[in-house]
C-alpha cells in the first residue's frame, strides 16, 4: 500500500492519470494483495505428518507447541517448535531417556498448558501404572518445552482408568483438570470429570465434578480428547466420540459449550462438527489454539488413501463460526503435502537424529561418529533384536541402508508393526537382514521367526540392503553388493502386521549376543 501511496501523491504520476486511472490502479493493487495473501496464508496439510495422534498445541511467546502420544517407543512424547502451526521443528520430548519409574506402556495423550505468572510449561499425559495396571493422568514440567521435565507422578488412576487430561481455569480463576473415566473399556459409561488442582500441579484437591458424558446416539460407547477454549462469554469443549483407532475406525469429533466450567453443558445440536471426508476419516482428538485472531484446531486423522498403515496424522483446519455462536469446521481438510517432504536420510556423522526411536522396555545401546552408527544387539523385543525405529509418513517408499557385515551381529531392515491388530499385541516385523555373507529375508510374529528366503554374497565388501514398499503394505526386499542387485522372495504382503493405534515404523534391527554389534553407514528413505 505504501507503494501505491507514493505513486498516487508523485507529481508525474498526476500528469499520467486522472482520477479514474487511479482506481483503477489501486483495484488492480487490492486484488493482487488478496491473491498474495490468499498464497500466504496456504499450507499443506498433514502439518505433522506420520503417526502423531492425539495432537496437542500451546502458544507460548511468538511460538507454537506441540506434542503427541507416543505409544510404546521412546523417547517420549516429542515436542514440535512452530511460529506459523504449519512448519513444524522436532526440538525435544518430555522423557528424553525412557518412561518414569512408575509408569509401564499406553504412553499416551500429552496436553500442553502454560502458565504464563510462573514462567513453567506442564505437560500431561497418560500412562499405565505399574503396581495397580490402571491408566493414570500425570504430569511433568519444566522452565521451557525445550527443557528439561521434571515428572510430578499421577494425579488420577480411577478403577476403569484415567486418561486424556486437559487442564483450564474456570471463570473465577481456579485451575482445573479434565479428564475421561475409561469405562467403555469394561462396557460402561465414560464420564468426563473436572477436579481442581493446585498451583503446584502435585495434588487434585476438592471434589471432582462431572460436566458431560456419552449420552446421545452419535456418540456411540464413548467421549474422550476434551480441550476447552473460551470465547463470547462461553467456555467450548471439542470432544471426540466413537473408535478411535483400529482398522474399522468411525471416530468423530463434537461440541459443547457452558458459561461456567462446571456447567450445565449445552452439546451442539448439529454435531458432530468434525468427520470423514474425501482425504481423512476418523478425526478427533485435537486441541484449538488462537492464531492471528482466528482459532484452529490441530487434530489427527488417517488419510483415506494412507489409513492405518501411516497412521494417524495431525491436520490443521480453522475454526468457523455460526450466527448463534458455534464453533464448526467446514471438514474440507485436504492432502497437499510433497513427496519430497517426507524423504529422509541420516549418516550418523555427529550424533543421532531425534526421529529415531526405541521401545520404552528396552535400554538401548547404540554410539555415532565417523564409522556411522553401531547399533548394540539383543535378543529382546520378541526375539526381533534391538530396534531403532522411525514412524513411516507415505505408501509408497524405498528404504535402504549401507552396512558392514560382521560374523557376530546380524543387521538388517525391518517394517515393525504387531503380532495382530488387537489393542496390546506384541511387536513383531518382517525384513531383511546381513550377517557374515547370508542375506535373510525373514518374519517374527509371536518370537516365532520364519525365513522366506536366503542369499550368498562375497565377504568383505558393505552391503546395501533394500525394503520396498508399496500401497502401504505390499513388501519386497533386495540386496545390493558390488554393483550388483539381487531380489529375494518376491513380494510378501504385511497387512496382518498392522498395529493397534499407530501406524508401521521402520526399523534398523541388530539383533545377536550381548556385547555384539551391528554397523550402519547410512539410512535413506524416498518416496514414489
Not at 496464508?41 to 500451546?58: E, Q, Y
Not at 535400554?363 to 514412524?391: H, M, P, R, Y
Not at 550368498?456 to 546395501?464: C, K, L, S
Amino acid at each position: 500500500m505504501l507503494y501505491i501511496e507514493s505513486l498516487i501523491c508523485s507529481k508525474p504520476m498526476k500528469n499520467l492519470f486522472h482520477s479514474r486511472n487511479i482506481f483503477i490502479v489501486l483495484v488492480l493493487f487490492l486484488i493482487n494483495s488478496e491473491k498474495i495473501f490468499s498464497q500466504s496464508g496456504s499450507f499443506d496439510n498433514p502439518v505433522l505428518a506420520g503417526d502423531r495422534p492425539d495432537p496437542t498445541v500451546v502458544k507460548i511467546g511468538d511460538s507454537y507447541y506441540a506434542s503427541a502420544t507416543s505409544n510404546e517407543w521412546a523417547p517420549l512424547f516429542p515436542i514440535f517448535k512452530s511460529n506459523d502451526l504449519v512448519n513444524w521443528e522436532l526440538v525435544n520430548y518430555v522423557f528424553p531417556d525412557g518412561a518414569p519409574d512408575w509408569a509401564k506402556n499406553n504412553f499416551w495423550a500429552p496436553e500442553l498448558s502454560y502458565d504464563e505468572n510462573q514462567g513453567r510449561i506442564y505437560a500431561y499425559y497418560t500412562a499405565r501404572d505399574k503396581e495397580s495396571n490402571r491408566l493414570s493422568v500425570a504430569v511433568a514440567s519444566a522452565d521451557s518445552p525445550e527443557g528439561i521435565f521434571l515428572d510430578h507422578g499421577p494425579l488420577v488412576a480411577q478403577e476403569y482408568g484415567s486418561i486424556d487430561a486437559f487442564e483450564t481455569r474456570d471463570e473465577n480463576g481456579k485451575l482445573y483438570v479434565l479428564w475421561k473415566e475409561d469405562g467403555n473399556s469394561k462396557g460402561q459409561d465414560t464420564p468426563i470429570w473436572a477436579q481442581e488442582i493446585n498451583e503446584g500441579r502435585t495434588e487434585l484437591i476438592g471434589e471432582k465434578h462431572e460436566l458431560f458424558r456419552n449420552d446421545q446416539p452419535w456418540e456411540g460407547w464413548l467421549v474422550e480428547g476434551v480441550a476447552i477454549f473460551r470465547k463470547n462469554g462461553y467456555f467450548y469443549a471439542t470432544y471426540s466420540a466413537r473408535g478411535c483407532c483400529e482398522i474399522t475406525c468411525d471416530y468423530v469429533t463434537g461440541v459443547a459449550r457452558s458459561r461456567t466450567l462446571l456447567g450445565p453443558w449445552e452439546k451442539y445440536n448439529m454435531n458432530p462438527i468434525l468427520q470423514d471426508n474425501e482425504e481423512w476419516k476418523c478425526a478427533g482428538h485435537g486441541t484449538v489454539v488462537e492464531k492471528g485472531g482466528d482459532f484452529w484446531m490441530l487434530y489427527h486423522a488417517y488419510n483415506t488413501e494412507g489409513s492405518v498403515y501411516v497412521g494417524r496424522q495431525g491436520v490443521l483446519e480453522k475454526i468457523n463460526w455460526t450466527a448463534d455462536g458455534w464453533p464448526v469446521l467446514e471438514n474440507k481438510a485436504g492432502y497437499e503435502r510433497s513427496k519430497e517432504s517426507l524423504e529422509f536420510k541420516d549418516d550418523f556423522g555427529e550424533k543421532l537424529d531425534p526421529v529415531w526411536q526405541w521401545r520404552v522396555t528396552q535400554d538401548i545401546q547404540f554410539e555415532t561418529g565417523k564409522e556411522g552408527l553401531k547399533l548394540f544387539a539383543s535378543e529382546e523385543n520378541e526375539n526381533l533384536g534391538t530396534l531403532l525405529v522411525q514412524g513411516t509418513k507415505s505408501l509408497n517408499y524405498r528404504y535402504e541402508a549401507t552396512i558392514i557385515p560382521n560374523d557376530d551381529a546380524s543387521a538388517g531392515l525391518a517394517l515393525i508393526g504387531g503380532a495382530n491388530n488387537g489393542f496390546g499385541a506384541p511387536v513383531a516385523g518382517m525384513g531383511i537382514s546381513v550377517q557374515a555373507d547370508l542375506v535373510t529375508f525373514w518374519q517374527v510374529i509371536d518370537k516365532k521367526r520364519e525365513v522366506f528366503a536366503t542369499q550368498t554374497i562375497p565377504r568383505g565388501h558393505p552391503v546395501q540392503l533394500i525394503l520396498n514398499m508399496e500401497d502401504g503394505y505390499r513388501m519386497s526386499v533386495s540386496v545390493k553388493v558390488e554393483g550388483a542387485t539381487i531380489e529375494l522372495g518376491g513380494e510378501k504382503d504385511v497387512k496382518h502386521l498392522v498395529p493397534w493405534g499407530m501406524g508401521f515404523r521402520l526399523g534398523l534391527v541388530s539383533k545377536g549376543p550381548e556385547n555384539s554389534f551391528s554397523q550402519f553407514k547410512s539410512v535413506r528413505i524416498q518416496s514414489f
